[in-house]
Every structure is written in C-alpha cells, then in structure tokens.
C-alpha cells in the first residue's frame, strides 16, 4: 500500500519540513541509491537526506529526477563534511553538492560534526548560503549543549535544525531542550538503533499496537515532535516505516518507551570524535 505522508514540522524560519525522510547513509552510489530514493518517492516520501560524506550525492539526484515528482514537493538534506570545513571552503563543498546533486536550491543544509576550531566559520558560511537563497534552510548535526550555546551566541541566525542520533536507548534530554527554547527542530539519525532493536518492552509494546518494532520506535519519534529519518535498501522496508500514521502510541506507552535511556549510543560521541 502507498503510503502519502503529509506530516510536517514547521521551521523556525516558516519553512515545512516533513516529518519522515529517508536517510541513505551507507548506501551505495550508483542503481542502489537511485532504486532506493525512487522506492521511497514511490511510498510517498518526499524527504531525502544525504551528505558530501556519503559518496552518494550523484545518485539521490538522479533518483530525484527520475522519480518523476515535482522538485517543489521535495525536501532534500545534504551536509558539509569535516574536511570541507572553515568559510571559503565550506562555500566551495555547497557548489560541488549541489552540482551533484543537480539541485539550483538545497531545502536544507547541515554542518556534519562541530569540528573544533572550525564550525563557527562554517556556520557563517551556511548563513551566507541563507541570505543567497541558495539555501531554504540551515542547520546542524551532532551539536551537544555547549556548540549550540557557542553557535547561538555568536551568530546572527539561529540554526533550524540540530540532527542527532536519536532513539529509545539515547532520548537526548538534555540537547532537546535546548532546541525547544530555540525552536531549534530535532531531528533523529539512526532512529532505529542501528538494527539493535531487541528490547523485550518494545517487543512487547510492538505487539500491543500490532506493529513492528521498527513502526513503535518511529511513531514514539513523530509522538514527540521529532523528524526522523529511518535508513533502508529494502522496498518493503521503506514501505512499512512509512505505514506510522494510522496509530498513535498511549501517553503511558510513550513514557515506557522514555524509560528505556541509558545513553546509548550506537554511532560516533560527538564530543570524543576524530574529525
């Protein structure tokens, strides 16, 4: 069943970004992206996250424009990598992503990792893409408490966006408030734990809704304002993380779901990171 996913969240800057995207981390350039992004397109997505990092820009474009949906009803994410990083050359990677990926207008670009030293010229760089209107929106990824402080406080725009690995087992508290007194939008990276998702309570709770448990831990995402953007090669897959609309999660099932943080993390510690 194609699934036509509306839901959106509201950016601080009026721009509607939706509420489920794809991630194609690990994906490969090449059929493998292309056939993944027209699935997803297909399913009734209508966000697409990437990066310079994921060697994989060329194919989401093509994808893209193979899909055959217009570009006005897209939401494409792309980051500036590590390497990429300082004012002029930050400008220099925008070009490069956005030749590749054949796009005049990027809807949303990222700083990867608050690489030390370097973020806050990155991030005037992303403000200049702003005011250019090369950019509809602008963000970060990984930023802890204290680089959103350092960010905000010597900066002229308030970044849109803050995307971190998100989920059950790393809710994040401390970062998402942050953002809420911002209206910074939270967004998840491995929403779903990396494949980890062997958790009797959620098992169990998967089971109540009659539900994977991929389709709980997202829809526990969405309850709680959060984009996310689950990553899969499968069509199948693609399908059914996209099949989220149709239950909602009880207020005591949410919070079981809130209990299950250890602050786990199944990705990279942005503050103990070798940029």
Same mark, same amino acid.
């Given at each position: 069943?194609?699934?036509?996913?509306?839901?959106?969240?509201?950016?601080?800057?009026?721009?509607?970004?939706?509420?489920?995207?794809?991630?194609?981390?690990?994906?490969? &350039?090449?059929?493998?992206?292309?056939?993944?992004?027209?699935?997803?397109?297909?399913?009734?997505?209508?966000?697409?996250?990437?990066?310079?990092?994921?060697?994989?820009?060329?194919?989401?474009?093509?994808?893209?424009?193979?899909?055959?949906?217009?570009?006005?009803?897209?939401?494409?994410?792309?980051?500036?990598?590590?390497?990429?990083?300082?004012?002029?050359?930050?400008?220099?990677?925008?070009?490069?992503?956005?030749?590749?990926?054949?796009?005049?207008?990027?809807?949303?670009?990222?700083?990867?990792?608050?690489?030390?030293?370097?973020?806050?010229?990155?991030?005037?760089?992303?403000?200049?893409?702003?005011?250019?209107?090369?950019?509809?929106?602008?963000?970060?990824?990984?930023?802890?408490?204290?680089?959103?402080?350092?960010?905000?406080?010597?900066?002229?725009?308030?970044?849109?966006?803050?995307?971190?690995?998100?989920?059950?087992?790393?809710?994040?508290?401390?970062?998402?408030?942050?953002?809420?007194?911002?209206?910074?939008?939270?967004?998840?990276?491995?929403?779903?734990?990396?494949?980890?998702?062997?958790?009797?309570?959620?098992?169990?709770?998967?089971?109540?809704?009659?539900?994977?448990?991929?389709?709980?831990?997202?829809?526990?995402?969405?309850?709680?304002?959060?984009?996310?953007?689950?990553?899969?090669?499968?069509?199948?897959?693609?399908?059914?993380?996209?099949?989220?609309?149709?239950?909602?999660?009880?207020?005591? &099932?949410?919070?079981?779901?809130?209990?299950?943080?250890?602050?786990?993390?199944?990705?990279?510690?942005?503050?103990?990171?070798?940029?």
């Amino acid at each position: 069943m194609t699934v036509h996913n509306t839901d959106s969240v509201e950016l601080h800057n009026g721009v509607k970004m939706p509420i489920l995207g794809l991630g194609v981390w690990k994906t490969k &350039d090449g059929e493998e992206v292309i056939n993944v992004v027209k699935s997803s397109i297909q399913a009734g997505y209508r966000s697409i996250d990437t990066a310079a990092a994921y060697g994989n820009e060329d194919g989401v474009g093509i994808g893209i424009k193979e899909s055959g949906i217009a570009r006005e009803e897209l939401f494409i994410t792309t980051k500036v990598w590590n390497s990429s990083q300082g004012y002029d050359s930050t400008l220099r990677a925008f070009d490069e992503s956005r030749k590749k990926l054949g796009l005049d207008v990027i809807d949303l670009y990222l700083v990867h990792w608050p690489v030390i030293g370097k973020y806050k010229d990155t991030w005037r760089a992303l403000e200049k893409l702003y005011r250019d209107g090369a950019v509809r929106a602008i963000g970060v990824s990984n930023f802890q408490v204290h680089h959103l402080e350092d960010v905000i406080s010597g900066s002229e725009i308030v970044p849109m966006v803050n995307q971190i690995e998100l989920h059950p087992r790393l809710t994040q508290l401390d970062v998402r408030s942050i953002c809420q007194a911002h209206k910074i939008q939270v967004e998840a990276w491995s929403p779903l734990m990396q494949g980890n998702l062997d958790v009797p309570m959620i098992a169990k709770l998967a089971e109540k809704y009659n539900k994977s448990a991929a389709q709980l831990i997202l829809r526990w995402g969405i309850q709680h304002g959060i984009v996310v953007i689950p990553k899969s090669v499968n069509p199948k897959r693609i399908q059914e993380n996209a099949a989220i609309f149709d239950f909602t999660i009880s207020a005591e &099932d949410s919070a079981l779901l809130d209990a299950l943080n250890e602050n786990h993390r199944f990705g990279p510690d942005p503050d103990n990171f070798d940029f």
